[in-house]
């Protein structure tokens, strides 16, 4: 029985992480050639081993490389588009920010996380697109950040605010061409980066209230919605921005002003 992305091929930057390889996976498994990109050849490698475990026999290519950097996410690109002469799904999830109050915030902070959170989308979707045909996906990982403001992570804040104009500007422009451009907007989520967030004292107790569903994220919870995105059941989607949450969107952001000030005690 053919899957139902037999024959096509995508890439995902930032591909060794949490949400990467769940995504990777789940678009493996539906039969896409995968290429997936990262600064850490030693990283990638561990991500296609524990790809290839769950999905047995998929074709999954490593191209090291800075999702920051143009020349190596066009080289990517090509990478990805060579396999079978076609690109069909592009998944950005390359991000990150760091706590920080307001007034201590300079502006290379701030260019720092419109680095990871924005240039790297854009150079990600800008040379892309240019490759893929009708019917062309390109999903980006944003984060409940954009829409809820988050005491002590501003940066991050205003850069996945810009992402998600970001999406919304392309998705308006490439439309003509058959290409959508949507996001997923994750909550609180267990992976590398969050990692010392759960190790943080108070830090889980303060989030839980917030979340009506009562837990917090896995990698595949994103996958899931990053894979209906990317595919053809979403065909009549685009400039979207999904919130994955445990319902998180319905409350608010905890205030961790009180957390971090023990913290620097």
Known sequence: ??????????????????????????????????VITGRRLDA?????????????????????????DETDVRAAIEAAHTIAGRLDIVVATVGG????????LEAEDIRR?????????FLAIRHSAPLMGPGGSIVCISSTAAKLPFAYLAGYHIAKGALEALVRSAAEELGEKGIRVNAVRPGLTRSESTGPMYQMPG?????????????????????????YLAGPESSW???Q????DGGNELRRNPNLAPIFQTDQV
């Open 241 to 244: 921005s999904f919130a994955v």
């Open 237 to 239: 989607l685009t400039g």
């Open 113 to 121: 996380d419109f680095d990871y959170n924005v240039i790297s989308s």
């Open 44 to 68: 990638l490698k561990r991500a296609r081993d524990a790809i290839l475990a769950e999905a047995p026999g998929a074709r999954v290519e490593l191209q090291p490389g800075d999702a920051t």
């Open 203 to 227: 830090l889980l107790e303060a989030f839980e209230p917030e979340f009506p569903l009562r837990r917090f994220g896995e990698a595949i919870d994103i996958a899931h919605a990053v894979r």
């Open 1 to 34: 029985m053919s899957r139902p992305l037999e024959e096509q091929t995508a890439l995902i930057t930032g591909g060794s992480g949490a949400i990467a390889c769940a995504v990777a996976t789940l678009l493996a498994k539906d039969g896409a050639a995968v």
């Open 97 to 104: 920010g760091g706590f920080k109050p307001f007034l201590a």
